[in-house]
Structures are given as structure tokens and as C-alpha cells.
């Protein structure tokens, strides 16, 4: 069994829509799906979401792109019942889409709201590692932390282990160039690691420049599993386990 622990079920470029691609991912033993927001919007898209399927959760945030819209936008929206972390939050510094002070500042009132709350923190961070590790910091990493879509290589890997927090791998692990993704995964601790498609992005090889959907989480688990030396079963139990506690979702 497999857990896409981070995926976007509402994106229009799902084939079929959310429940076609929810049916295509039962049937890949994908049976668990953590669906992200993103801002007001994708969050109530979310909740609905999880309101319907029975096999999805949601979580709440305002992605560094509209911090500009600031954080009072998704308070409300955190206390719904099966949301299950504060995110997609953090820093990007590669579009620059929001002012980075205001991207700051809105990541460092999610992370409050996930101490206030007690929920995991979905942290995205790009072009920002040491703001990031900065902010965490001043406001204390979260007991439940995920860094999705791991970009780092095993600098930033350990970096981010030290503060207990968990590494989502997404289908840039497959790909030619991510020799530094792949050494992180190396090293991640079996505990530690997850598993995500972040669909419709980041197709994994041989899907890569295609739309992505939550059947793809075994390929990225492939990628894994001989990365790490270890069997596609392993990953698949480590990796569940791992999204179930760090969110907090059933274990079986």
C-alpha cells in the first residue's frame, strides 16, 4: 500500500478529475491521498475533497506565491474536520511571486498557527535554505514537519533531520540531473522518509513533461528502493508508516 502524501486532487489538469484519478491510484495500491492548499481557495477545494473520499485528507495553507493575500485568508479554514497540517507554506525565492518579507512573515504565522493547533507544518522552500532554517528557528520547528518535494542534497538533508523533520520525495528523484536529490534520499532515515507526487507536477521517468496524477507514487517509490538498496516493499511500508504519523492518519 502507498500514501501520495502530497498531491493537488482539485488541479483542473487531473485527466478525468479528482475522482477518475483517485480510481486510477486505488487501482496502482495507492490508498491514501493527503490533498494540499495552496490559498482560501485550494484549501476549501481541499476540505471538500476530503468531506467526499473517505481515503483523503486535506491540509491548509497559503503557498508563498499569494503570501501577498496573508494568512487571516485560511485561518478559519484550519479547524475543519480531516485537515491534518498547515501548508503548502514556507519561501521561494526563485519566482519571487510575493515580496520576500511578506513571504516571511507569512510563513512564520503558519508555523505559529501549527503550534497553536497542533498540526504538521507541509514546509515548500526553493532558493531559500538558510531564511528558511532561520525562521523555523526563531519560531520552533513543528514535532511534525514535512519538507515536501525535497530539492536538497545531503547538506540540506541533514540539516533538515536535525530538526526531527521528515523528507517527502517527489518524481525529481528520477530524474537525469538530481544526483544531489538522490544522495539525500540515500541517507534519509528509514523513519524519516516519504513519498509524494505533488501531481499534476513533477511527473516522474518515463511520465516526466506529462500531466502527473497519484498512480505515479510506485515509480517514485521505484527510484527509491534502488537508490536506497533496499525492496519496493520496504519503501512502501517505511513510507506509509511515515505519512500516517507525521499526519496523524490511520495506520492500516
Known sequence: MWTDSHCHLDDARLEGGAAAALERGLAAGVDRFVTIGTDA???????ELAATFDRVWATV???????VNGVDSIR?????????????????????HSPRQEQRDAFAEQIALAHERQLALVIHTRSAW????????????????VFHCFTGGPEE????LSLGAYLSFSGIVSFKTADDVRGAAAL???????VETDSPYLAPVPHR???NEPAYVPLVGQVLATVRGVSLSTISSDTYL??????GLPRS
Open 242 to 247: 511515515n505519512t500516517a504519523v507525521a499526519f
Open 76 to 96: 478559519a479554514l484550519v479547524g475543519s474536520p480531516r485537515v491534518v497540517a498547515v501548508g503548502e507554506c514556507g519561501l521561494d525565492y526563485h519566482y519571487d
Open 157 to 160: 538533508a541533514r540539516r533538515c
Open 188 to 194: 534519509c532515515p528509514s523513519d524519516r522518509i516519504m
Open 41 to 47: 481557495e485550494h484549501s476549501r477545494a481541499a476540505i
Open 130 to 145: 538558510d531564511d528558511t532554517f532561520d525562521i523555523l528557528a526563531a519560531m520552533g520547528t513543528p514535532d511534525r514537519t
Open 209 to 211: 513533461g506529462k500531466s
Open 61 to 67: 495553507g497559503l503557498h508563498p506565491h499569494g503570501a
